[in-house]
């Protein structure tokens, strides 16, 4: 990811994805903004993204859309309730950006069993590595 605006779009996403469910858990929240720091993103900039259109923009990384989908799936379980609204527009975003429905099921199945939610990076990319062959 190289430029602002690809960063800003990412994090827009996020944004749409994290008030599908018709509210914005604080603990959401407190996830986009970490995400936004990384990104080098400010507050005010963050807090901006709320009240504007989403800008998405098509991700051409295969790499950097199956992170972004991680991201998405880790924003997901924040809040530690799972809407089914949540969960059908997750699988809708994955489909839009080419991925695989069946390494996407099987990596929230992964989270959904972990603990702590998360997998491990190497096993994220081998899911979907699998898939391309």
Do not use: W
Not at 12 to 24: N, R, T, Y
Not at 90 to 101: A, D, H, Q, V
Not at 108 to 130: C, G, I, N, W
């Amino acid at each position: 990811m190289n430029t602002k605006e690809q960063k800003i779009s990412l994090l827009s996403d996020m944004i749409a994805f994290a008030i599908v469910d018709g509210e914005l858990h604080e603990r959401e929240y407190t996830f986009l903004s970490i995400i936004a720091v990384e990104l080098g993103i400010n507050k005010d900039e963050l807090n901006q993204l709320f009240h504007e259109e989403n800008r998405s923009e098509i991700i051409k990384s295969d790499f950097e859309r199956i992170q972004q989908f991680y991201r998405l799936a880790l924003l997901m379980h924040c809040d530690g309730i799972l809407h089914e609204r949540e969960l059908n527009k997750i699988y809708e975003i994955g489909i839009n950006m080419g991925l695989n429905p069946f390494a996407m099921k099987r990596v929230l199945k992964a989270m959904e069993q972990s603990p702590t939610r998360m997998v491990h990076p190497d096993y994220l990319l081998e899911v979907f590595q699998e898939q391309l062959n």
